[in-house]
């Protein structure tokens, strides 16, 4: 069963999606600028701090060859082992701890981005990402799900908070041309059907250009999946 996770000091998080404007860059990928309101975003960003803070928080991941990525980590429903590529029931690359339950309000906000965007998920994990100014992600694909949601399509649902990011996203081969996207504090971003396995990334984090009054600098991003149970 999910749990809500949390201090229980937070207001539930009751996300009344904004009527967003939903910009195809590609069949299956669309940005949404602003499809959270403020007062979400500031209830959303306290919501990922708080689990962040606590114990199985944030952690900075170690690839295959040692390096540290350049973002902090926390993994709901299934952690992300960043050394296996797999989904995982506790931390085994970092310090075994537990995975921490998928709140409930997350998921069902990401079924509603998705919905916003003419596609559905279900998700079981959410990847909380954490960037500070120097903070970025190198470009990769979305593959360690199950496969027949990926063969399915089964959107990728973004959600950023806080300061504004470069994102790319390209085709199926690294060297296809990319477009570059910037995800602006509560704009969503879902990837699937065709667009499902393209190459993405993080370029960069333009510091300082979050809203004030969030409590945070950096930039908050929670990716969405489903299957990787
Ligand atoms: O931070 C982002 O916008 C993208 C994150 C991402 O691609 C991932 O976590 O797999
Ligand atoms: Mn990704």
Same mark, same amino acid.
């Given at each position: ?6 201090? =229980?000091? *937070?207001? /539930? ?8 404007? %939903? ?24 919501? %990922? *701090?708080?689990?962040? /803070?606590?114990?199985?928080? $944030? ?13 902090? @980590?926390? %993994?709901?429903?299934?952690? $992300? ?13 970092? #310090?075994?701890? +537990? ?17 916003? !965007?003419? @596609?559905?998920?279900?998700? #079981?994990? %959410? ?9 970025? @992600? &190198? ?9 027949? +949601?990926?063969? !399915?399509?089964?959107?990728?649902? =973004?959600?950023? *908070? ?22 602006? =504090? ?19 984090? *333009? ?7 969030? &409590?945070? /600098? ?8 489903? &299957?990787?149970?």
């Amino acid at each position: 069963m999910r749990r809500q996770v949390g201090p =229980s000091a *937070l207001p /539930a998080l009751k996300i009344a999606l904004m009527p967003a404007a %939903c910009i195809e860059i590609h069949p299956g990928a669309a940005h949404l600028p602003e499809v959270l309101a403020p007062e979400e975003q500031r209830a959303l960003a306290a919501q %990922c *701090l708080a689990i962040g /803070a606590g114990p199985a928080g $944030w952690y900075v991941p170690r690839v295959r060859g040692g390096g540290r990525m350049r973002v902090r @980590m926390v %993994c709901l429903g299934r952690h $992300w082992n960043a050394r296996t590529y797999r989904y995982e029931a506790s931390r085994s690359d970092h #310090d075994g701890r +537990t995975v921490l339950p998928l709140p409930a309000n997350l998921a069902d906000l990401a079924s509603r981005v998705a919905a916003a !965007a003419g @596609m559905r998920l279900a998700p #079981d994990v %959410c990847i909380l990402n954490y960037y500070q100014a120097d903070g970025r @992600m &190198g470009l990769h694909q979305d593959k360690d799900e199950r496969p027949e +949601t990926l063969d !399915a399509g089964v959107p990728i649902v =973004s959600l950023s *908070l806080g300061d504004t990011a470069k994102f790319v996203i390209g085709g199926f081969t690294r060297q296809a041309p990319k477009t570059l996207v910037r995800l602006a =504090s509560g704009d969503g971003f879902v990837f699937g059907g065709r667009s499902r396995l393209r190459y993405h990334g993080v370029v960069s984090i *333009l510091p300082g250009t979050g809203p004030s009054g969030h &409590g945070f /600098a950096g930039r908050l991003n929670l990716t969405f999946r489903q &299957g990787a149970a």
